[in-house]
């Protein structure tokens, strides 16, 4: 399903030069639930970057859902990032002057959704994040284990073939970080391929694989059996 070959990104200054990521080679199945580790400054940030379409390598092969990309035009990822991706942040990233439903929203405004269709499915990603009863508090109104629910159902408004989270509990306690580690693996049950960046040894323990890094480079690769519900190829 996405495939990183020989990848190489370098970002440059007047001055500076820096190689964030360093001969990356990766392969992560349809319906895949991978964990990214590492320290601080390692890479993981530009990785999930470029595997959201954001950003551009430098050099190497990037294949995203069959198109090798990493030639592609901003117009052109930004079309294949709309039709294919949703992403979950530490920080939530929520509008404040927007309500949870309108919050939600924006996704669906972006890929020139219908009106109609777009009321249909908020409310289903509300009420499978367990907000519909929230849909007209305001950010603010809400625990940051809420926030980040909203966030979760604003990634998956979209029905997104990959999410995409940066330490989605970074921000969260313990009781709230479990319970949104619990929807994201659900979702991922249903088969959304999650790819996550986390610092939690305990809740990269939960993806079916754990990929680590160092420098720029993948340290290792600590597979484990993929159920077969997930081994579809690339």
């Known amino acids: 399903m996405l495939k990183l070959e020989h990848?190489?990104?370098?970002?440059?200054?007047t001055d500076v030069e820096?190689?964030?990521?360093?001969?990356?080679?990766?392969?992560?199945?349809r319906g895949e639930f991978l964990a990214i580790m590492g320290p601080s400054g390692c890479g993981?940030?530009?990785?999930?970057?470029?595997?959201?379409?954001?950003?551009?390598?430098?050099?190497?092969?990037?294949?995203?859902?069959?198109?090798?990309?990493?030639?592609?035009?901003?117009?052109?990822?930004?079309?294949?990032?709309?039709a294919g991706v949703g992403f979950v942040f530490q920080s939530f990233n929520l509008i404040d002057d927007l309500n949870v439903e309108e919050n939600v929203e924006v996704a669906l405004i972006y890929r020139h959704v219908p009106s109609d269709e777009?009321?249909?499915?908020?409310?289903?990603?509300?009420?499978?994040?367990?907000?519909?009863?929230?849909?007209?508090?305001?950010?603010?109104?809400?625990?940051?284990?809420?926030?980040?629910?909203?966030?979760?159902?604003?990634?998956?408004?979209?029905?997104?073939?990959?999410?995409?989270?940066?330490?989605p509990t970074g921000n969260l306690d313990t009781a709230n970080g479990d319970a949104v580690m619990d929807m994201l693996r659900g979702i991922n049950a249903s088969g959304t391929t999650l790819i996550?960046?986390?610092?939690?040894?305990?809740?990269?323990?939960?993806a079916d694989r754990v990929v680590r890094m160092l420098d720029g480079h993948l340290m290792d690769d600590a597979s484990e059996e993929i159920p077969a519900t997930h081994a579809i190829g690339l």
């Open 18 to 29: 820096t190689l964030a990521l360093d001969d990356v080679c990766l392969t992560i199945k």
């Open 118 to 167: 777009r009321r249909r499915r908020v409310a289903a990603a509300l009420d499978k994040v367990g907000l519909a009863h929230r849909a007209r508090h305001m950010p603010q109104q809400l625990s940051g284990g809420q926030q980040q629910r909203v966030a979760v159902a604003r990634a998956l408004v979209s029905a997104p073939k990959i999410i995409l989270a940066d330490e």
């Open 7 to 13: 990848l190489t990104k370098i970002y440059r200054t």
């Open 44 to 82: 993981k940030s530009t990785l999930l970057n470029i595997l959201g379409l954001v950003d551009s390598p430098t050099s190497g092969a990037y294949w995203f859902l069959g198109t090798d990309v990493a030639r592609c035009s901003e117009d052109e990822l930004t079309l294949h990032r709309r």
């Open 196 to 206: 996550m960046v986390t610092h939690s040894e305990s809740y990269a323990a939960r």
